[in-house]
């Protein structure tokens, strides 16, 4: 059974602040991670992806992964108040001639003003 | 607006009832996929549809059926629920390793 962890949370980070957001995962073969916004009532929405090993930037977003340790974070610079949300990272499994994602609980992150 | 379609938005149905949630991708993907998404639980795959060929999952109620008829259509026929299946329901496609585009889900409640 493919495992994808992340803390619950809540996380809460003052405005203008770095958020940090943690996953690891449990299949050493994985070569392709993803994160996902979701809003309270709204459905998930790609923000980034990452695909090798090392730093990947997209404006505030970074994302970092570290196949040997099975682990991807996503930090999120100059916090807003919008960006509170709940982190999904999500785990490609490519076998099978399928592509099924992996999705962990969630990360809840709450930006105060 | 998203390139995936969900209908309805939101759906109450009595246990006895049959009911079908349909799902239209406009971007050109291969796969499709319908998710549950219960609180305080990660995202459940409940179906793949690959190049229109079922992937199976085995632990999905045989009370949820899923039907592709295209690369660009897919059903979920719901009949005989419980109200444990009060969820919502999120469909979403993909090409290869790109990611998923999700449509906007239906919040089902089974009374």
């Known amino acids: 059974q493919k495992e994808v962890e992340q803390n619950s949370g809540p996380l809460s980070v003052p405005e203008g602040a770095i958020a940090s957001l943690n996953c690891t995962y449990s299949d050493r073969v994985s070569q392709s991670f993803f994160w996902y916004r979701q809003y309270s009532g709204k459905s998930p929405e790609l923000i980034m992806s990452?695909?090798?090993?090392g730093d990947k930037e997209d404006g505030r977003f970074t994302a970092q992964l570290n196949k040997a340790s099975q682990y991807v974070s996503l930090l999120i610079r100059d916090s807003q108040p919008s960006d509170s949300a709940t982190y999904l990272c999500a785990v490609l499994d490519s076998g099978a001639g399928s592509y099924q994602l992996t999705f962990g609980k969630g990360t809840k992150l709450s930006v105060i003003p | 607006e998203t390139g995936v379609t969900q209908t309805p938005r939101h759906l109450v149905m009595g246990m006895t009832n049959k009911k079908s949630l349909k799902c239209e991708q406009h971007?050109?993907?291969?796969?499709m996929y319908w998710y549950k998404q219960s609180a305080k639980k990660p995202l459940e795959l409940m179906f793949v549809?690959?190049?229109?060929?079922?992937?199976e999952n085995n632990s999905v109620p045989s009370r949820f059926s899923p039907e592709c008829p295209n690369s660009s259509h897919l059903f979920l026929h719901l009949h005989t629920l419980q109200p444990e299946d009060s969820a919502l329901y999120l469909c979403?496609?993909?090409?290869?390793?790109?990611?998923?585009?999700f449509g906007s889900g239906t919040r089902l409640t089974v009374v």
């Open positions: 990452i695909y090798s090993n």
């Open positions: 971007l050109g993907h291969n796969a």
């Open positions: 549809y690959s190049l229109e060929e079922r992937v």
């Open positions: 979403a496609s993909s090409q290869r390793n790109y990611g998923y585009t």
